[in-house]
């Protein structure tokens, strides 16, 4: 103790310090070089990871659109865009997974110019991160059209000739109509569609042609049946035949010009048909041809006029 009486506190010399310096610098240097080392790398990965950095991208463009809209017009498929973030993540991106993702659901119909800017355009596979920061073009232009639906009617296209001395009568599709769903502009002025072509070359008797594919030439176009059943009636060639045939109950004769095949004809005579008269309600006559039974809707009666 000193005069005061509080205890003496010995100050260290110049021995203890050598000592103390000795012991934290030479003592055990191989494993404090070894932290030294590692410490330094975990700082040098952990600032390199954070380094930014920017890198352009060419990726696809795909535009959701509302169920009830389409786009008519042939828009650029594909745009640049700039991303920034940590160096690593973004070396890390597969071009191939990245998508850039615009919503056109609160966009107007008709001729449109639509913005692409970091704040509309979305590319959901960025890693946690990475950020979008430009993309190029920055306007596109975009016709957006209403979808409308309406029945149209399917024709059977055929291809080839009948066999010889044969035609076709008819064509008849079931069903007759289908509906489909497109642009407006489209299905306003679409009068009828196609079928998949069905061959006739060489046939000498009615066929039927089922599950025909039906056609839509429009690629925004679809139908909701896309197949039908199509009947062909084929028989022999016809011919037009003119007959002179009494008039029953009445005086003169009346021309009668019937269409059918050829080898009808040849069983029929002029004996065998009967015109008569019919009159309507505000007294008016029409003449009208009577076929013999057996050959009812096989000819037509293409005209008739009565000669006094």
């Known amino acids: 103790m000193n005069s005061t009486g509080r205890p003496t506190i010995a100050k260290p010399n110049g ?32 600032t390199g990871l954070s380094t930014p950095t920017t890198k352009r991208f060419s990726v696809p463009l795909v535009m959701s659109i509302p169920n009830n809209t389409e786009i008519t017009n042939e828009p650029i498929e594909e745009v640049d865009i700039v991303l920034t973030g940590d160096k690593r993540k973004i070396d890390q991106i597969n071009r191939a997974e990245l998508t850039a993702v615009v919503d056109l659901g609160e966009l107007a119909t008709g001729d449109r110019v639509l913005q692409l800017t970091p ?39 055929l291809t080839g000739q009948p066999a010889e001395n044969f035609e076709v009568y008819a064509a008849t599709v079931n069903p007759v109509k289908v509906r489909v769903r497109g642009p407006e502009s489209y299905i306003r002025t679409l009068d009828f569609l196609s079928t998949s072509p069905i061959d006739i070359g060489g046939a000498a008797e009615s066929l039927v042609a089922r599950q025909v594919a039906v056609s839509v030439a429009n690629p925004n176009t679809i139908a909701y049946s896309t197949v039908v059943d199509v009947y062909v009636d084929i028989g022999e ?31 029929l005579a002029a004996d065998d048909l009967r015109v008569e008269t019919i009159k309507s309600e505000s007294g008016a006559e029409t003449p009208r041809v009577v076929l013999p039974q057996r050959l009812e809707g096989k000819l037509e009666v293409r005209s008739v006029r009565i000669r006094g």
């Open 119 to 157: 704040e509309n355009v979305a590319v959901p596979q960025l890693p946690l991160g990475v950020k979008l920061d430009e993309v190029q073009p920055s306007r596109i232009a975009v016709r957006l059209e209403k979808v409308v639906e309406k029945d149209v009617e399917v024709r059977a296209e």
């Open 15 to 46: 021995l203890f310090l050598k000592h103390v310096l000795r012991k934290v610098f030479l003592e055990d240097w191989v494993l404090k070089l070894t932290a030294l080392v590692i410490t330094v790398a975990l700082w040098l990965g952990v």
């Open 237 to 267: 060639k016809r011919i037009e035949r003119m007959y002179s045939v009494p008039v029953k109950d009445g005086e003169g004769r009346a021309r009668v010009v019937l269409f059918g095949g050829r080898s009808i004809f040849d069983e």
